[in-house]
């Protein structure tokens, strides 16, 4: 089923968004192979690289290199990334030198991009000798060689490097944006358009730089939403003085000091002081935290009041927000479906127009339609129209957009596929415990049923619970601590039942009702309470109440899920009447208790099969549910590796109201998407009408082009203003 595409589709997806495809073959779509472990990488930002043709040519290039293992492009950063078991730089740098590119070295991916070699000024002689040489030939009656001369003269000055690239890429076979200026401004000059061949190169110079620095900006705004750590860091000496040094060299262990209105430079645990903290920049979160000794604390956040000492926990490059970043920087890297329909449509539509702009040369004349000068002209015009910059650009730009946004607030998300895929959900489905609830349970009453005594069931209840990890389990131990333990032999976990053991020859067991029914106990189930029950045998000896409050937020979010048009149902380990009862507190549409975890997963196979669903939970309990779901979103995993690591998508905190954002970003993200695509598509329609009618000049057609393309970046990066 459709619905049940892109959640696969993005973990096979290769690292090939494009930011300018005019090309004429288009970037594997299928994944490669996966990169050994212990790969080094080197990483080369290369200025030229804009578009999968030059992508193609780097592949070329560079695959017959010994060590290599993988290549991984991220065009929005003109960056190349070679993942290698060690080979010669100086030759993989000088291989793609020969291929008109300038690649550079970049330890710190925060590095300003390289400057054009050709200033402002010389660019401002070069137009004012475009612009006279087009002035002069508008007025008439000027000597040809003196419009050669200044068109010649304007070329000379800012074109020749794109005619070097232009004709290396031709020898490749690829029609890069390049190859398109070098034919277009040749046969100009050709057919004796000196003014125009002037114009068109200064223009597309001009729009080179520009659209850089505009991408350039795109990169910072997106990077300046992530990285909030300060580079350096106050730490104790061993002589006990504190000293700033950089954040990388502190080690776990090592002891920080964070002042009043300061950024906190690393993970760690507070030692001493009792801070309220602004955690924004992790969980999207504006309300402070209130924190102590023994809090754990998150590089990014701000310590609002008085000074605060912690325990470094990680190094820099492993803090929760180096790997937000880390998986921001992943997901720019993976196309999205509309991306990937964009890049299929532009590796047929660039071919295409190049064989209607030779079509257009040779059939005006024989057609009767006008002299072959003419012909040659509109297919010149048609040529600079065959680079469909604008409509690829369009879609990397505003799904990295979408996902900085969704960072800025707190939701992760794996990858383009995955904002996509939220707008397109019809039902959500939630665990109940630590997804509606807080998800720490706490007895509220228990009592002997059976012929032991009080202390006796307490001991056996501790040490069954004591050895699970399970949250009542943990809550039934905190309760009893302090009670002696019983010695149990061959302690056994039952998955969504509960504990067993023997005890003196007879089967002991704390558990739900499904396993206090396996042994033929009658117990009572109609409770709205989660009940636990002790037994021995066939036999009641205890009963636990246990309690867990629902989160405040869960009202609200279940009722703006519901505003969105999302059925919302609940599939919970819990007992029948509890998960009922909270399902009717919450006015949620189904719900589905005393589930196993394959019980789950195949409740969730039906509804998949209805619609494309969402299953929000822990991270850890559902992931079997997480991962078969159309979309995996787990909630609340701030400093959770497993989780951050493993989601679709990852709600930083407990606020469940993120859910609903989610789904906002998503049709957002895709109502800007029709628009750039729109925008894109639009004007070339427009400029291949005019071109065919001959009302389309070569110098508006470059001018049309550049002004696309800085439309659809500018529209796309507008989510980044809004606000939840």
């Not at 799904?399 to 800025?408: E, F, H, P, Q, Y």
């Not at 993200?669 to 009618?693: D, M, P, S």
Request: aromatic share 4%.
């Amino acid at each position: 089923m459709a619905s049940q595409t892109s959640h696969s589709e993005a973990h096979t997806d290769s690292a090939v968004s494009s930011c300018g495809g005019c090309c004429s073959s288009q970037a594997p779509t299928a994944a490669e192979p996966a990169p050994q472990v212990n790969s080094q990488r080197l990483v080369l930002i290369i200025d030229e690289l804009c578009c999968p043709s030059e992508e193609r040519q780097l592949r070329k290039a560079l695959e017959d290199m010994p060590g290599l293992v993988e290549l991984r492009f991220q065009f929005i950063d003109r960056r190349l990334e070679i993942l290698h078991d060690g080979i010669d730089t100086a030759d993989a740098m000088e291989r793609i030198r020969q291929l008109g590119m300038s690649p550079r070295t970049q330890r710190d991916q925060q590095t300003a991009p390289q400057q054009s070699s050709i200033p402002w000024t010389r660019l401002a002689i070069a137009g004012a000798m475009a612009v006279a040489a087009e002035v002069l030939n508008w007025g008439g009656n000027v000597p040809q060689w003196v419009l050669a001369a200044l068109a010649l003269c304007a070329i000379a000055l800012v074109g020749l490097d794109t005619w070097r690239k232009g004709f290396i890429a031709l020898r490749q076979g690829s029609l890069n944006i390049n190859a398109l200026m070098s034919v277009a401004v040749t046969g100009a000059l050709l057919i004796g358009h000196w003014a125009e061949a002037a114009m068109v190169i200064v223009l597309f110079t001009i729009s080179e730089h520009v659209e850089a620095r505009s991408l350039h900006r795109a990169r910072q705004a997106i990077r300046g939403l992530l990285d909030l750590a300060p580079p350096r860091a106050r730490v104790q000496q061993q002589d006990g003085e504190w000293r700033e040094v950089e954040a990388e060299l502190v080690q776990p262990g090592d002891l920080l000091r964070a002042r009043a209105g300061e950024r906190l430079a690393l993970d760690g645990e507070i030692t001493r002081g009792h801070p309220s903290l602004d955690e924004s920049a992790i969980t999207g979160e504006s309300l402070p935290r209130d924190k102590q000794p023994g809090d754990q604390v998150h590089a990014g956040s701000i310590n609002l009041n008085g000074d605060m000492e912690y325990r470094a926990t990680r190094v820099v490059s492993d803090t929760t927000l180096a790997r937000i970043i880390h998986a921001v920087e992943q997901a720019q890297a993976s196309r999205a479906p509309t991306q990937r329909m964009i890049d299929r449509f532009a590796a047929v539509y660039t071919p295409g127009v190049f064989v209607l702009a030779l079509a257009t040369a040779i059939a005006w004349p024989l057609l009767g339609l006008g002299p072959w000068l003419d012909g040659v002209y509109r297919a010149l015009v048609l040529l600079v129209i065959a680079c469909p910059c604008a409509l690829v650009i369009s879609t990397p730009v505003t799904i990295v957009s979408g996902l900085a946004a969704a960072a800025r607030q707190g939701i992760l998300i794996k990858g383009g596929a995955y904002l996509e895929q939220a707008q397109r959900l019809k039902q959500v489905v939630l665990d109940k415990t630590g997804t509606l609830t807080i998800g720490r349970p706490k007895v509220s009453d228990w009592q002997t049923t059976g012929p032991l005594s009080a202390e006796q069931c307490a001991s056996l209840a501790l040490s069954l619970a004591s050895s699970s990890n399970h949250p009542i389990s943990r809550a039934v131990a905190e309760h009893l601590q302090g009670t002696s333990l019983s010695e149990l032999e061959g302690i056994e976990e039952r998955g969504g039942r509960g504990m067993i053991a023997s005890h003196e020859g007879l089967a002991i067991w704390l558990g739900n009702a499904r396993m206090a029914r396996e042994y033929g106990a009658q117990v009572d189930e109609q409770t709205t309470q989660a009940p636990l029950w002790l037994g021995r045998g066939s036999q009641v000896l205890a009963t636990f109440q246990v309690s867990d409050s629902l989160r405040s937020t869960s009202q609200a979010a279940i009722d703006r899920l519901h505003e969105l048009g999302l059925k919302v149902s609940i599939l919970s380990g819990d007992s029948k009447p509890r998960v009922q009862a909270i399902a009717d507190q919450l006015s949620i549409d189904e719900a589905h208790g005393e589930l196993l975890p394959e019980d789950k997963l195949r409740h969730l196979e039906q509804l998949t099969r209805q619609a494309p669903t969402a299953m929000v939970g822990d991270g850890i309990n559902d992931a079997p549910a997480l991962a078969r779901a159309d979309l995996g979103i787990a909630m609340g995993v701030a400093g959770s590796d497993v989780a951050i690591e493993t989601a679709d998508v990852a709600l930083m905190d407990d606020d469940l109201g993120k859910l609903a954002r989610l789904v906002e970003l998503s049709h957002e993200t895709r109502r800007l998407l029709i628009q750039n695509i729109a925008l894109a598509i639009g004007i070339k329609v427009v400029f291949l009408a005019l071109a065919l009618t001959g009302h389309a000049t070569l110098w508006m057609a470059v001018f049309a082009d550049m002004g696309a393309s800085l439309l659809v970046v500018a529209n796309g990066l507008r989510i980044l203003r809004i606000v939840p």
